[in-house]
């Protein structure tokens, strides 16, 4: 009888590894592809545990311990499954109290390395230096070591050079330029940009605009967007 079960204990695998197979080979649209992919998983584990308990029921139907079995195994899924969900929202509750998390703060980990974008109440999201979004969860953090660095360190300085038309008043021109920057999130609100009139036209005016950003890439968006606004030479 013992056979019996792991021969539908292989089929069982074997249906299954085939199905997530044909899923990945799919050619359905992409959103629909990506919701099967992730909700697989979960309906894998319901199989299996509905397969359990079969071969529970079907092993020791017939035996006096055999609902004292049945409510060990439900008590000890409901502990597992509970422990799952809730052992990163603990941990996270800890380590928030410990420490002062922020975004766009620089974080390094012994997994990873970036700005912190997102901070959830089971993991937190963290920007690589590639642009790639991480996800760690708490409980992963409260393992490793963890190096945070003060935002206002994070921050560097950096500078671009503006043309603006030189019918628009330099006051008015700086106070523009500052407002734009302020308003980006990819720079630091507490640096004031510092604005400067290296060049005056008849029909130009260059300005040399010194800001505060978290990296160089966040600066070159900076850049390109103020050069958006000014690429026609007018506010």
């Avoid at 766009?104 to 912190?116: D, F, K, M, P, V």
């Avoid at 003060?150 to 008043?169: A, L, R, W, Y």
């Avoid at 106070?175 to 640096?191: G, M, N, Q, V, Y």
């Avoid at 130009?204 to 050069?227: C, E, L, P, W």
């Amino acid at each position: 009888m013992n056979i019996q079960y792991l021969f539908f204990a292989i089929a069982l695998f074997a249906a299954l590894r085939f199905t997530i197979r044909l899923i990945k080979s799919l050619s359905a649209h992409k959103n629909v592809k990506r919701i099967l992919l992730r909700t697989f998983p979960l309906v894998e584990f319901v199989i299996w545990l509905g397969f359990g308990f079969w071969v529970l029921s079907q092993a020791y139907s017939d035996s006096e311990y055999y609902h004292l079995l049945i409510s060990a195994a439900a008590g000890s899924l409901v502990l597992i499954v509970g422990w799952y969900f809730l052992r990163d929202f603990i941990a996270g509750i800890i380590l928030k109290t410990e420490i002062p998390f922020e975004n766009n703060q620089h974080i390094r980990t012994s997994q990873e390395e970036g700005t912190l974008k997102k901070l959830g109440y089971r993991s937190i999201e963290i920007e690589s230096s590639n642009g790639e979004l991480v996800k760690i969860p708490f409980s992963q953090l409260a393992t490793n070591s963890i190096h945070l660095q003060n935002i206002d360190e994070t921050m560097q300085g950096h500078e671009t050079i503006v043309n603006i038309s030189s019918k628009v008043p330099i006051q008015e021109a700086k106070d523009h330029l500052t407002r734009e920057i302020l308003l980006l999130p990819w720079a630091s609100i507490t640096h004031q940009p510092i604005i400067k009139i290296i060049e005056q036209g008849s029909e130009m005016n260059t300005y040399k605009v010194h800001f505060h950003s978290i990296s160089d890439r966040h600066a070159a968006y900076i850049s390109q967007h103020i050069g958006l606004i000014y690429s026609n030479g007018n506010e």
